[in-house]
């Protein structure tokens, strides 16, 4: 008996759910096909824009050097800490300069010998006794010997590392008693003056179509995440980066007063100078969006009519309009969701 009675009970919901739903479906087909919708319509603008170019990257020196000796040697001394301000000129590292001494010196005893030979020979060739194929030849190998010298000595001016600016020592690769061979980055400097910040960037090819130099940005970086910071872009690379197949912007900063590093990560919105014609309408008469595929209603003949579009971008609840609204001059902005194709509007002030 019970289980009959709970039997019934289950059936009877199942009945009324269905009769609802359907006259649920019933009710929107009405709406739909005999009542009128209020609506407001809203002009179309027409206006030179340019979608603003979103992207990130670190914070740079714009005076970096990866310092190293000329020549390649055992590392006698290092003078400097990792993170250490220096000075322009100031002596960071030098090497055993025992074998680059002793080339110099060598270099200077042959300049001295050659110098005494034709001497000589210049006296041997007054007295006809030398020839002046030999006062040629040891006046050739002078100048040979004494360019010699000055390729030692040169080579002992670069045994040791001088700052080429003031700056901060970034990294130190090498430690005192290491073999540096020539060319071997010892040291990773910048400076680190106001004015030389960066923020390198890597963008698309189509934004950096539409870049150029001096084009203004603003940059935000997580280290001052209460400061927007002025930038403008000062370099665009002309090839792409192998690996990324991103185009390289460098966009100079103005640091406010606030302390910079190498490597703070940055965001940056960039205000192409190039800018494009596009319609545009508020982002209220936008209806289902899908990536830059949407539609808005427009009223034709007192009844709703759906149109695609191709956004463009959106900014300032205003959304840029690449295609669909050609000859359009207003479109649905309340009422819209109650639209369906062909619903009956009454436009209202």
Not at 167 to 175: D, L, Q, R, S
Not at 290 to 306: H, I, L, T
């Given at each position: ?6 039997n ?22 009405t ?13 179309v ?35 400097v800490?990792?993170?250490q ?19 110099v ?11 005494r ?5 210049n006296?041997?060739y ?14 050739t190998a002078?100048?040979?010997a ?6 030692a ?13 003031n ?9 005192e ?13 910048n400076a ?23 084009d ?10 209460d ?11 002309q ?12 966009l ?9 590093a ?5 965001k ?21 969006g ?17 149109v ?7 900014n ?5 309009v ?22 009956k509007?009454?436009v209202?002030?």
């Open positions: 008996m019970l289980t009959s009675l709970k019934s009970l289950i059936l009877g919901l199942i009945i009324a759910t269905v009769f609802a739903c359907g006259k649920k479906k019933t009710d929107k087909k709406i739909a096909d005999n009542e009128t919708v209020a609506v407001k319509l809203v002009d603008s027409n206006a030179n824009s340019t979608e603003p170019i979103k992207a990130s990257g670190l914070i740079s020196s714009l005076h970096e050097a990866r310092l190293s000796f000329k020549t390649g040697g055992i590392i006698e001394k290092i003078f800490k990792e993170g301000n220096i000075a322009k000129g100031q002596l960071l590292a030098t090497l055993n300069l025992t074998e680059i001494n002793a080339q010196s060598q270099a200077q005893e042959n300049v001295s010998k050659i110098e030979d034709l001497k000589r020979v006296a041997l007054r007295d006809s006794v030398a020839t002046l194929e030999q006062v040629q030849n040891l006046t002078l100048s040979v004494k360019q010699s010298l000055q390729i000595q040169y080579n002992q001016g670069y045994s040791k590392i001088y700052a080429p600016t700056g901060v020592v970034v990294k130190k690769m090498m430690n008693g290491e073999l540096a061979s020539s060319g071997s980055p010892v040291f990773f400097v680190a003056g106001a004015n030389d910040w960066v923020v390198k960037v890597g963008i698309a090819d189509k934004d950096w179509t539409r870049l150029k130099l001096g203004k940005a603003d940059i935000t970086l997580d280290a001052f995440p400061t927007k910071f002025l930038a403008n872009v000062t370099t665009l690379s090839g792409a980066d192998q690996a990324s197949g991103l185009y390289q912007a460098e100079k900063i103005s640091t406010q007063g606030k302390k910079m190498t490597g703070l990560f940055a940056a919105l960039i205000y192409p100078s190039i800018k494009y014609q596009y319609a545009s309408v508020p982002v209220d008469a936008i209806i289902e899908n990536g830059d595929q949407a539609f808005v209603y427009v009223v034709e003949n007192g009844k709703a009519k759906r695609s579009l191709l956004i463009a971008y959106v300032n609840q205003q959304a840029f690449r295609e669909g609204l050609a000859g359009v001059s207003q479109v649905v902005t309340d009422g819209s969701a109650y639209l369906v194709e062909g619903t509007v009454k209202m002030k």
